[in-house]
């Protein structure tokens, strides 16, 4: 099992935002595995300080830099940067099996069990099921396999720009040839779902095991505006269902993320997107979610504020009491000032 983790990457200080998020949900689910973090060249020095606290390995990849095949395929096929970036942990040998997840995606119980599938096991994209969606799914690390994968994106491209063209280019027999290697869609539940079949989310919604906030407005890009209280983004207001997957996204992120990027980038400005992000207004929790927050904060003696303090900082809040979203708010208030 020391062999064995989960992958993420983050080319720039807004991904490693998610990518932070990720990381604190993955551990505060107590797995098992290694946490290693791509990054590229761009995220800043107090932005990697706050991933080697949360990840086992940070590791810079600069396609541009490498001087190896992935920069003779990127010189060929420029429009393909970050897949390149991403294809990278294929190089992750000294791992057995791993799963890759987007950064932007949230985890909301335990997913050990993702490694007794093989590569490349994935759940359908929405869009068309006959595709795996890559914002989750399991590999194995292989200098082979990834020399393979790069030879495939320079000679055929990627027949929607991106990771997920090439991958289901290269692993073509994904959607007929071994029914153990289709991920429940609960291992990527993306939120366009939500929107498209309404229905299936309220009968099976509840069970979701990781959130996936694909498209163009990230968990990141969204701001709360008090007065309507209303999340708003690029895309105008946001409504539950999937808004409360946002604010399980926010709370962590406040509450576990914010301080330590205050911390690491002392005086230096840096934009949390809170400060316009009334907790105290927050839209309610329905009750699956109530209960999920319920238990991490799990019938348990009163704590010192020492302890409490270890807990809120391990990402173990006490959503419903000492940690309420106003106490929270209180203490966001006076980090800020
Ligand atoms: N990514 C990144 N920097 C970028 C774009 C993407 O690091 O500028 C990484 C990140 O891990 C992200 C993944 O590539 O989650 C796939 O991109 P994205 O999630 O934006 O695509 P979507 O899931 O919306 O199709
Ligand atoms: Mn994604």
Redesign the pocket.
Known sequence: MADEAFV?????DN?AK??MVLGKSLANHNTTRKLVVLI?PQVSDPSRSVLKGIYDEVRVVDVLDSGDTAHLAMMKRPDLG?TF??LHCWTLTHYSKCVFM????LVLSNIDELFDREELSAAPDPGWPDCFNS?VFVFRPSMETYEKLLQYSTEHGSFDG???GVLNGFFSNWATADISKHLPFIYNLSSIAIYTYLPAFKQYGGNAKVV?F???T?PWSYTFDPSSRQLRGGGGVQEAPHSSFLLEWWSLYSSTVVPMLHEHYGDQPFHSGCVEFQLSDMVTFDSAQEERLASHAAAAPPLSSEERKERWEQGQADYMGMDSFENIQRKLDAFLK
């Open positions: 993420t990457l983050a080319t720039n991904y998610g990518a590229g970050i970036t991403k987007d950064a932007d995606t914002g991106g990771d997920q996936h694909l498209g163009e990230k």
